[in-house]
């Protein structure tokens, strides 16, 4: 069974640092890009970040860019977040998320459950 | 950045209703669209890939349309568990958007 599970979340203060975890089980890890998604409380998705299978490959969003950074350990089968520069508006639930190649199309087909950041003073 | 637009925002509905829910993209996606539903307190859920592909164990009440820039979600049926706000996103090019969702709402 696929399962993602996030950790690292918590109350931090405003140009404050965390760092998010992702444990990935039951698939090969090191096949599949992975990919941060948040939701602010009463909000929408926002895509964040991307990072190829390998992790030689990386992609932010500009409400990100140069704050946070985006990697994985295969060995360790773990996808992490080291967010920086914390902002009040970089509260929300943040998800880690598989991106599924098909042969019509890809898509995110397995979510963590998320874990909470709030940042405030 | 690719923007996709949901309409509606939100609406109510009754049991049994039939529902549709459409998605704009603000260039052509071909048919990389995907849906997803996300109840409270819990992570969004794959229904639909690829515009038109049933997810694995997803209710066949529910289905896809469009290509191009138009895309439809169809809930032929609402059943109770169908109550929850629906998402669609393009995978066509990165970063792969969101649109601002739509509420299904008990009328």
């Known amino acids: 069974e696929v399962q993602l599970v996030e950790s690292g979340g918590g109350l931090v203060q405003p140009g404050g640092s965390l760092r998010l975890s992702c444990a990935a089980s039951?698939?090969?890890?090191?096949?599949?890009?992975m990919h941060w998604v948040r939701q602010a409380p009463g909000k929408g998705l926002e895509w964040l970040s991307y990072?190829?299978?390998?992790?030689?490959?990386?992609y932010y969003s500009d409400s990100v860019k140069g704050r946070f950074t985006i990697s994985r350990d295969n060995a360790k089968n773990s996808l992490y977040l080291q967010m920086n520069s914390l902002r009040v508006e970089d509260t929300a639930v943040y998800y880690c998320?598989?991106?599924?190649?098909?042969?019509?199309?890809?898509?995110?087909?397995?979510w963590g459950q998320g874990t909470l950041v709030t940042v405030s003073s | 950045d690719i923007q996709m637009t949901q309409s509606p925002s939100s609406l109510s509905a009754s049991v049994g209703d039939r529902v549709t829910i459409t998605c704009r993209a603000s260039?052509?996606?071909?048919?990389?669209l995907n849906w997803y539903q996300q109840k409270p307190g819990k992570a969004p859920k794959l229904l639909i890939y690829?515009?038109?592909s049933l997810q694995s164990g997803v209710s066949s009440r529910l289905s896809g349309s469009g290509s191009g820039t138009d895309f439809t979600l169809t809930i032929s049926s609402l059943e109770p568990e169908d109550f929850a706000t629906y998402y669609c996103?393009?995978?066509?090019?990165?970063?792969?958007?969101f649109g601002q969702g739509t509420k299904v709402e008990i009328k």
């Open positions: 998320a598989r991106m599924t190649y098909y042969s019509s199309g890809k898509c995110f087909n397995y």
């Open positions: 039951g698939f090969t890890f090191s096949s599949y890009e």
């Open positions: 990072i190829s299978s390998s992790g030689s490959s990386t």
């Open positions: 260039q052509s996606i071909s048919s990389y």
């Open positions: 690829a515009a038109s």
């Open positions: 996103q393009q995978t066509y090019s990165t970063p792969p958007t």
